[in-house]
């Protein structure tokens, strides 16, 4: 320790540690200390005189964080597998308190699903372009993951600027010991309930196998950690609402390796590569399609991070991070029609993609001809570096911590299509048919960098009393590479600068617990789809003419993507978040804690292109004044740690999101999964589509106002645990939407906006499992859950559009 006798041990892999100090004639004491994830723990220890020398013990007991402001949820390896839940990266995001289940990526506290920020070892795994999960299609080895930590607010400089959740997983490594598991999940498809609709019925099959093994290389010094998954889903006796659909099967296939090694007492390097190929054959048949229509889909993703750590001095460390992950996307179309066929208006279904009315009978419009391309590949990249140096130090009588730091990321998409016949094939009248199709073309690159500096304070004035001030700025530079590489936009440092400040208070000296409170700002440009929808250049779309009793091509005209996309305004700036947090958090008993706090968020600055004059002028990019959102909510969390043989989290989330721009709404579906732009939405194109209309103020479609979530685990006798989770939410607001005029697509609200609610969801699953003990330090484990126990089957999307525009372009009988 220092002569005043602070310590810190930094960069310590998450668990439950023992601290001993000890000092000639004032004796010895000894605590136990849980570590978690980015969480500072707090461990005082007191010697006093004594005669002898006698040992002070007390054990690890709940402890609040006192220096931070940010809401940490932490959840370590031990609980995760007592729990009836998926115990993967993505699994895992449905403990956290307020993020509730949405059928997408995990929006929360005013965040669309693509403001989160997805952390792995540290490094970001974040999609470049749309800001989802990399991982998302293929997930994780659910046995890697040795601690889960998830960020709802007041978020540290260092951390970044999300207007989400900042989640964080920290993988297992090797140790001195050799240790290792099998593990074999199957879920038959028999096993299932039957859907109460007959008409959505199938039957999955799913297995799941993984592996892993950890031990020393060079004990002391170098140690290893592998792991393996193979998982294949089968779903037979599809039916959707057309009638059967070909059987679909999922393969997913992974390898992990990570070393770490202590090459001196001061220094600490980790390397690890994660491969993940997902191959499905038969995907993208929905509710209204036919099976025709059908792609191939196979996606890969790579990961690979170095991480260096050196403790220079006593109170010096010094960390950097390298993260090089590529996701690759291909799909290829299950039903090839050729490029640019000899056009037959008497088989529009072999001519590409187009929209029928049911050949059943049923008068809904479906999906037919094809997928509307032959190929599509989007692939991404991000490379990203990163220094941080941390100095401790007291300083006019106060403690600091500080840290300041650099980065440099750079993402990039890779996209190309080749169009399956003519594309998208519409009726327009008049005698007259229309196909959007790709003409060949190479593909579009879409970069986009960022740099960042940030400094940031830990300053504790007394026991009782901390503050965090930080800064954070960023510089992004958005482009394209035509060939040559060509820069459209840039916000500089001075744009994005990003002031943080916090303060912690003991309320009740030496009882644990905290007042705190937290503002900040973050700039919400992490997402940087607006590489390409901003580009002057995307991909190049045609439009071709026939008539509709002959077949004759009357023209084809090249509609965007050759000679530019919209102009950029002069003065545009980036959006940004001002967030305002306040809390309060006490450990109570011997093993529970506590913890409730406020958000509020309010968003500025959007950007949207958007035709001036409306609705038939030129598109330009501008901030719009006029465009509203805002977030608060509440949040109650009683938490107890995994102790004498049972945990326990209850916790509830009050909140309200609502503005007039929700663009996880602007493509009228309520779970729709598909990538979003932040800055080229809908919205604003043109009447029935403007921020300013009155019935678009209102809560957003994702916003659910009460989630209710509570999960314990219990070991009944000696290696017999049960596990239950219990989840409720209220149901999602909607209204009735219109075509819009001019404007494809039914956008336009009819009425104000969550006019109406779904009906609310609940879920209860639970499971048991049995360690049987072997030969020393040998189990076999047997594990069975029962998932949605009561069987609810609520209905969790509506038909939001009362009537259809009959001037809307079909393709029809008699041609199909």
Do not use: C
Request: a neutral charge.
């Amino acid at each position: 320790t220092e002569t005043n006798g602070n310590y810190s041990f930094q960069k310590l892999p998450p668990a439950t540690y023992t601290v001993e100090a000890s000092l000639a004639g004032l004796g010895n004491a000894r605590a136990g200390a849980i570590v978690s994830v980015d969480k500072d723990t707090t461990l005082n220890l007191s010697l006093s005189p004594t005669v002898s020398e006698t040992m002070t013990v007390t054990a690890a007991t709940p402890s609040v964080d006192m220096k931070s402001t940010e809401v940490n949820f932490n959840y370590d390896a031990k609980t995760i597998e007592r729990l009836p839940l998926p115990r993967t990266y993505q699994g895992l995001f449905a403990l956290a308190p307020g993020v509730a289940e949405n059928q997408s990526w995990a929006p929360t506290a005013g965040g669309t699903r693509q403001d989160n920020t997805f952390l792995l070892d540290g490094v970001n795994v974040t999609n470049p372009g749309f800001g989802y999960l990399s991982l998302g299609n293929t997930d994780t080895n659910e046995l890697d993951i040795q601690d889960f930590n998830v960020k709802r607010a007041g978020f540290s400089a260092e951390f970044g600027r999300s207007s989400g959740m900042v989640v964080n997983a920290v993988t297992k490594s090797g140790t001195n010991r050799v240790e290792g598991a099998v593990r074999q999940e199957y879920q038959p498809g028999s096993w299932a309930s039957s859907a109460k609709d007959a008409s959505f019925n199938a039957n999955t099959d799913r297995s799941r196998t993984a592996a892993n093994i950890g031990g020393p290389i060079w004990r002391d010094h170098v140690f290893g950690y592998f792991s393996g998954r193979y998982e294949k889903t089968n779903t037979t006796g599809r039916t959707n609402f057309l009638g059967p659909v070909p059987d679909d099967k999922q393969t997913v296939k992974e390898i992990f390796g990570k070393l770490t090694a202590t090459p001196t007492s001061s220094q600490f390097i980790s390397a690890s590569y994660r491969n993940i190929p997902l191959a499905e054959p038969f995907s993208g048949v929905g509710t209204f399609d036919l099976p025709e229509v059908a792609n191939d889909f196979k996606n890969t993703n790579r990961v690979a991070t170095v991480d260096y750590n050196w403790s220079a001095t006593t109170n010096t460390l010094v960390e950097a991070k390298v993260l090089r992950l590529n996701e690759n996307n291909h799909f290829v179309a299950h039903t090839d029609l050729g490029f640019k066929p000899t056009f037959n208006p008497k088989d529009l279904r072999h001519m590409g993609a187009v929209t029928i009315p049911d050949p059943n009978g049923s008068g809904v419009n479906v999906n037919a001809g094809a997928f509307y391309v032959r190929l599509s590949t989007q692939d991404y990249k991000r490379d990203e570096a990163k220094l941080a140096v941390s100095q401790f130090f007291d300083f006019g009588g106060m403690n600091h911590e500080v840290k300041a730091g650099v980065g440099y990321e750079f993402g990039e998409e890779d996209l190309l299509r080749k169009s399956n016949g003519w594309g998208i094939v519409y009726d327009i009248g008049g005698g007259q048919y229309e196909a959007d199709y790709y003409p060949d073309q190479p593909t579009l690159k879409s970069q986009a960098n960022t740099y960042s500096v940030y400094v940031q304070d830990s300053v504790t004035v007394n026991p009782r009393l901390n503050f965090n001030v930080g800064v954070l700025t960023n510089r992004d530079t958005f482009g394209q590479d035509i060939g040559r590489k060509i820069t459209f936009l840039r916000f500089n440092f001075k744009d994005e600068i990003q002031p943080r400040i916090g303060v912690n208070y003991n309320l009740r000296a030496n009882a644990g617990d905290k007042i705190y409170a937290n503002v900040g700002r973050y700039i919400n440009m992490d997402q940087k789809s607006s590489s390409r929808s901003m580009a002057p250049f995307g991909l190049v779309i045609s439009s071709a003419i026939f008539d509709a009793t002959t077949g004759a091509l009357i023209s084809d005209t090249l509609q965007s993507g050759a000679t530019g996309n919209a102009f950029i305004s002069p003065g545009l700036k980036p959006t940004y978040t001002n967030e305002y947090l306040v809390g309060y958090a006490t450990p109570f008993g011997s093993r529970w804690s506590f913890d409730t706090f406020g958000i509020f968020r309010n968003w500025k600055n959007f950007i949207e292109d958007r035709p001036i004059p409306v609705p038939f002028g030129d598109f330009f990019f501008t901030n719009l004044p006029a465009a509203k959102q805002r977030y608060y909510g509440v949040t109650f969390d009683a938490n107890r740690r995994l102790a004498d043989r049972w945990s326990a989290d209850v916790n509830y989330t009050w909140s309200r999101w609502y503005g007039n721009i929700d663009l996880d709404a602007s493509g009228g579906a309520i779970t729709d999964h598909g990538a979003l732009y932040n800055t080229a939405s809908a919205i604003e194109d043109g009447p029935g589509l403007m921020v300013e209309d009155p019935n678009r103020w209102g809560p957003y479609r994702l916003n659910h106002t009460h989630v209710l979530k509570a999960f314990t685990s219990f070991e009944v006798i000696p290696n017999l645990n049960l596990g239950g989770y219990f989840r409720y939410q209220s149901g999602s607001p909607w209204e009735n939407r219109g075509r819009a005029f001019y404007y494809g697509g039914y956008r336009r609200y009819l009425e104000p906006a969550g006019s109406h609610h779904t009906p609310s969801w609940s879920n209860f699953d639970m499971s048991a499992s049995y360690a049987l003990p072997l030969r020393g330090r040998s189990r076999v484990s047997l594990e069975a859950r029962v998932l949605n126990l009561f069987d609810q089957q609520t209905a969790l999307t509506v038909d939001s559009v009362p009537y259809l525009d009959p001037r809307h372009r079909l393709s029809h009988d008699p041609w199909i």
